[in-house]
């Protein structure tokens, strides 16, 4: 079974700082990495993903992670964070190659709260 | 663009009532996904319908069941509640394909069992 684990439960940061949450996943096998952003009171969104190629990906809003195999990393970063960042960052994985409905079933990390002050 | 619909936004029931969630998925998406988010706790898989068949289960307890219809909106129905299902409940759909379409996800339904 897959597990994913993220290093800090609340990040809080003044805005213009730079952003690294920690992510790290146990699987036997190949998988896909994800991480979403879920903006208070609202569902989850896709800030990127990683399914193959190069491990440095970009995404949504200026995020950027970091897939190191060896490690078992994905990390998220950003070089200066918004006051609108603020939010609840979930990384998850899938089995690679989990065709048809098994590429939904997601398992999620515990979550990091982000607090931007302005 | 349509999202993700889900209703209630918000339920509260006492212990041992039934209570019962609607998702319906973005148009022509075909896939259902239920999870539940605990306080605190990160989203966990439920359950998963495609073309209204039972695709893949995850920790769903047995006094849950739920179901996809024909126009692919999705049911989850819970019985026999318990405080531990206060929780987040939210659902997600997609275009059935290999590695394909990010999963959309809806705002939830907070339940809240007294």
């Known amino acids: 079974a897959q597990s994913v684990s993220q290093h800090n439960h609340h990040v809080i940061l003044s805005e213009a700082a730079s952003l690294e949450l920690g992510c790290n996943y146990s699987?036997?096998?190949?998988?896909?990495l994800f991480w979403y952003v879920q903006y208070p009171g609202q569902h989850l969104q896709l800030l990127l993903k990683?399914?193959?190629?190069?491990?440095l990906v970009k995404g949504i809003k200026g995020f950027e992670a970091e897939f190191i195999k060896s490690k078992f990393s994905f990390n998220l970063r950003k070089p200066s964070v918004q006051w609108s960042d603020t939010a609840e960052y979930f990384c998850?994985?899938?089995?690679?190659?989990?065709?048809?409905?098994?590429?939904?079933?997601?398992?999620f990390g515990q979550g990091t709260i982000l607090t931007v002050h302005p | 663009a349509a999202g993700v619909i889900q209703s209630p936004r918000h339920l509260i029931k006492e212990k041992r009532e039934t209570a019962t969630l609607k998702c319906y998925p973005i148009?022509?998406?075909?896939?259902v996904y239920w999870y539940q988010q605990g306080p605190g706790q990160d989203p966990q898989f439920l359950i998963s319908?495609?073309?209204?068949?039972?695709?893949d289960k995850g920790s769903i307890p047995d006094r849950f069941s739920a179901q996809q219809f024909s126009d692919y909106h999705s049911e989850l129905n819970m019985s026999s509640l318990e405080l531990g299902d206060s929780a987040l409940y939210f659902c997600?759909?997609?275009?059935?394909?290999?590695?394909?379409?990010?999963?959309?996800f809806g705002n939830g339904t907070r339940l809240t069992v007294t």
């Open positions: 319908f495609y073309e209204k068949m039972q695709s």
């Open positions: 148009p022509r998406h075909d896939t």
């Open positions: 699987y036997g096998g190949t998988v896909n």
């Open positions: 998850a994985v899938n089995e690679a190659w989990a065709g048809g409905t098994s590429y939904g079933k997601l398992t």
């Open positions: 990683y399914f193959s190629g190069d491990p």
């Open positions: 997600a759909s997609s275009e059935r394909q290999a590695g394909g379409s990010p999963l959309h």
